[in-house]
């Protein structure tokens, strides 16, 4: 008999499995294989690269079996899942993090030096995924660890970009722009499924259909894409499950017209083929800002759609009833960019599954939960209706109809109230109209969030005060963001997790954050400061290794190195910080000898991308690399200050620099940071940090305490009255600002026509984010924390206790309470 299930076939399988129990000796042969079978190379041509492209294969062997493991239990155990839909996962590397978490590191760098390697030369071989802009991104991508980490059912769902955020470079001081092929190369760390396609449609018309006295609709014509499946393992730390983001790439539904080809139309038979690729070809380069471009709006539909069909797929084959659908099945939006997926399913619910229509948006309203990101008028999403129109037919008819239904219900409440009635509206009514996504994501999900306090009762109080009113206050929570400390300490600062582990005597911490509070009792111990000082000094020598590396430029790791690394963003205030920093050098400038022994040397360092087309952003940029010019050739300061802009800031880059931070910027203008998770990652790698009172700085004050904070700055709820003075009354700059700006103006740094733009946001546009209201309490700030740094043992102390109260921020508290508020889901462990 030739069946495949007998006892001595199930038998042979399981012998035949790759080896669970991994060793050294087991990983290289395994090493070996891959180099002599996936790459077809030998000993004698067996680079650095050939030796991380079969490193990561026996990595990745190991992560596909418990892929394979994780996802059979939790379909066997058939759970209430939840799918992550974000259209960013700024994953960064995977190797260093996949041997981490499985606790491999060890015996692969014990192998690979056997046969001849490197394990750093190794792990420098690999590219970053870069698909995603910047704190969103990467907030998905740690939640994704510590779903995975802690055991929960969870899928994330995505696009892969064939272009990830584009590479910097730096000519002359200005950003240029290269793009980021990250595919050149074989990808080990994901898995192609090709048989996993999902018929995207766009375009056609509706036809009404009417039975009896039911009426129903038919999305026919059009064009079709095909979304195909791309699966990405994510392994938990210290745990056997492996959990998946799904990544879709668009490709044709033909493979081109024959019927054109055979008539010798080559360009146009191909041509179809070209545009489908085209769609998930690049990701839109803008953090915090919406471009109303239709390729966007084709990506997110496309991505949402092929996601949507999947998850019910999948809730489909256990066959319960679709009012099940919310006990099986939670998704969360990060940020509105899949908030069509609201409109997808309640379309699949009516149209395809023949529900009807209230049963439908009642397990639609069930099913969603809404993360906002941003309070910035310029990132709210909203979509023209006439190109929702074109491209889906029938969605725009549903969003119609949702929010009629909504508007009545809204009109029983506050009767009469037009105003009302128009603010809460789903549409804009201007011309021509406008689908507001947030509006949308709130009226089809059962909760809404913001990631740190102050942001989420800002929401609360500005941009969804409305929704409040007519809701009620329990829909809206508070979910202060959170990073992981596997990759945002462990992995990247590997010296500082071997001294915590030691003083802790267990590794516990890295599963429960909070544990870290017992290193506060080490703060009186001097060979412990000193040791700590140890690792933060080594930090510094490999970040100036890297900084004349990349920029030629030589530092000294005695200095104080000031660090502002995040998007380039005119609310993040980068040009804040460029001025203060010119403040500083002509300060020094003016000193005597014996004044400036007095001085704290400085190294400044600056890294960010700006959007390509954000103008005023770039010219910060240039300006920054003007200034550093300057003063980095000044022997007359003495070395007390230098400037460093270290271009094409990713995740790997970050990984180097947060753990080299003595103090870190987080000085957003009051109100406008959500919450920041760098300023997370600094403190858990004991540096402290500089901001205002803003985002999560806040609750990170709150937790380490005002001794081992420098916070400076106007209040969130005074911004409004400072704009409205700078709007209609002449209020002076600040003095030392004032001088400052004359100093640009006077060429001091290039050009001064260069810097006019730049200059005029300050004078003609009326100082929107309040760099002179705050330039003094900056100043004021900056001199606290020289005269902090100066008395060493206190500094480390506050260094100390910064790491030891970070608790709070791991990502796995917040998917916690992710999971337990909102989701309603439990682990399944492997
Ligand atoms: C916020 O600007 C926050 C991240 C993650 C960003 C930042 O403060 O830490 O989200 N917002 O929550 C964003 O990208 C589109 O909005």
């Known amino acids: 008999e030739l069946s495949k299930w007998r006892p001595e076939v199930i038998e042979l399988w399981e012998k035949c499995s790759v080896p669970e129990t991994i060793n050294k000796e087991t990983f290289q042969k395994s090493f070996i294989r891959h180099v002599n079978t996936t790459l077809a190379r030998s000993i004698y041509n067996v680079d650095n690269f050939s030796a991380y492209q079969a490193t990561a294969h026996a990595v990745r062997d190991r992560l596909i079996q ?184 668009s490709k044709p539904r033909r493979k081109f017209d024959f019927g054109k080809f055979n008539a010798g139309e080559y360009d146009q038979a191909v041509q179809e083929q070209m545009k489908a690729e085209f769609l998930t070809a690049v990701l839109y380069p ?240 001097k060979e412990f400061r000193r040791r700590w000082m140890a690792v933060k000094h080594s930090n510094k020598v490999r970040l100036a290794e890297y900084i004349r590396d990349v920029v030629d430029v030589d530092v000294n790791p005695n200095a104080l190195f000031d660090v502002q690394v995040k998007r380039i963003h005119e609310y993040k205030r980068q040009f804040m910080n460029i001025l203060g920093v010119i403040h500083r050098y002509n300060t020094i400038k003016s000193m005597s000898p014996e004044q400036m022994r007095d001085v704290v040397p400085r190294v400044v360092i600056f890294g960010g991308k700006a959007a390509p087309g954000y103008y005023i952003a770039k010219l910060v940029i240039k300006l920054i690399n003007s200034v550093a010019s300057v003063v980095n050739k000044d022997s007359t300061i003495q070395d007390l200050l230098k400037v460093i802009f270290i271009p094409d800031y990713n995740v790997s880059v970050a990984e180097i620099i947060i753990p080299a931070s003595d103090i870190s910027q987080h000085i957003s203008t009051a109100g406008t940071e959500a919450s920041g998770t760098s300023n997370m990652k600094f403190v858990l790698n004991c540096g402290l940090i500089l901001g205002t009172v803003d985002g999560a700085n806040i609750e990170i004050h709150e937790e380490i305490g005002d001794d081992n904070i420098f916070m400076f700055g106007h209040l969130a709820e005074q911004v409004d009255d400072l704009r409205y003075a700078h709007r209609y009354r002449d209020v002076p700059m600040d003095p030392h600002l004032d001088a400052v700006i004359k100093d640009i103006e006077s060429g001091s740094f290039g050009e001064a026509r260069i810097f006019a733009p730049l200059i005029n946001t300050l004078t003609f546009g009326k100082d929107y984010y309040l760099i002179s209201d705050d330039f003094g309490s900056y100043l004021d700030a900056q001199k606290l924390v020289d005269e902090a740094y100066k008395k060493e043992k206190d500094w480390v102390k506050k260094s100390i206790l910064c790491t030891a109260n970070m608790g709070q921020f791991s990502s796995d508290r917040a998917i916690k309470e992710y999971a337990e508020s909102i989701w309603g889901i439990i682990p399944v462990k492997v």
Request: hydrophobic fraction near 40%.
């Open 286 to 525: 803008n953090d915090n800002h919406m471009v109303g471009k239709e390729l966007r709006l084709k990506q997110q539909y496309f991505w949402v759609a092929a996601s949507l069909h999947d998850i019910v797929r999948r809730f489909k084959k256990s066959q319960r009833d679709w009012n099940e659908f919310p006990d099986q099945v939670a998704i969360q939006l990060n940020d509105t960019h899949p908030a069509l997926a609201i409109v997808e399913l309640q379309r699949i619910l009516v149209d395809e599954e023949r529900l009807d229509w209230d049963a439908a948006w009642d397990i639609v309203t069930h099913t969603f939960a809404f993360t906002n990101h941003t309070v910035l008028p310029e990132a709210m999403e909203k979509w023209p209706v006439p190109m929702i129109s074109q491209l889906l037919p029938r969605h725009i008819q549903i969003i119609f109809d949702l929010n009629l239904f909504f508007l009545q219900r809204v009109e029983k409440f506050a009767p009469g109230d037009r105003d009302f009635l128009a603010r809460l509206s789903i549409i804009e009514e201007s011309t021509p109209q406008y689908v507001r996504m947030a509006h949308l994501a709130i009226v089809g999900s059962h909760r809404v969030n913001g990631v740190a306090k102050l942001h989420s009762k800002l929401i609360k109080e500005t941009i969804f005060k409305d929704f409040v009113k007519y809701y009620g206050p329990d829909k809206f929570e508070n979910k202060t963001n959170g990073i992981t400390p596997r990759r945002w300490l462990h992995q990247a600062n590997p010296k500082l997790s071997e001294l915590i582990t030691e003083t802790l005597g267990h590794k516990d911490w890295l599963k429960d954050l909070t544990l870290l509070k017992k290193l506060e009792e080490s703060v009186h111990d």
């Open 66 to 249: 418990r892929w394979n493991e994780t996802q059979q239990i939790h379909t066997e155990r058939d759970q209430k899942r939840v799918y992550y839909l974000s259209l960013e996962f700024l994953l960064g590397r995977s190797l260093d993090n996949a041997l981490l978490n499985l606790g491999l590191k060890d015996s692969f760098g014990e192998g690979v030096k056997e046969l001849g390697f490197k394990m750093e030369d190794i792990l420098d071989q690999e590219v970053d995924a870069a698909l995603g802009n910047g704190g969103l991104g990467r907030l998905a991508a740690c939640y994704m660890d510590s779903l995975a980490t802690l055991c929960y059912p969870a899928w994330g769902y995505g696009v892969r970009y064939t272009y990830g955020i584009f590479q910097q470079k730096i000519v002359d001081g200005y950003q240029d722009e290269f793009p980021d092929y990250w595919l050149n190369f074989d990808n080990p760390w994901e898995l192609p499924r090709v048989d996993i396609v999902v018929d995207v449609q766009f375009g056609g018309h509706v036809n009404k259909i009417t039975e009896g006295d039911k009426v129903r609709h038919e999305w026919i014509g059009g064009e079709t894409v095909q979304a195909v499946a791309y699966d990405v393992p994510i392994p938990g730390y210290g745990v056997k499950n492996c959990i998946n983001i799904r990544l879709w790439n």
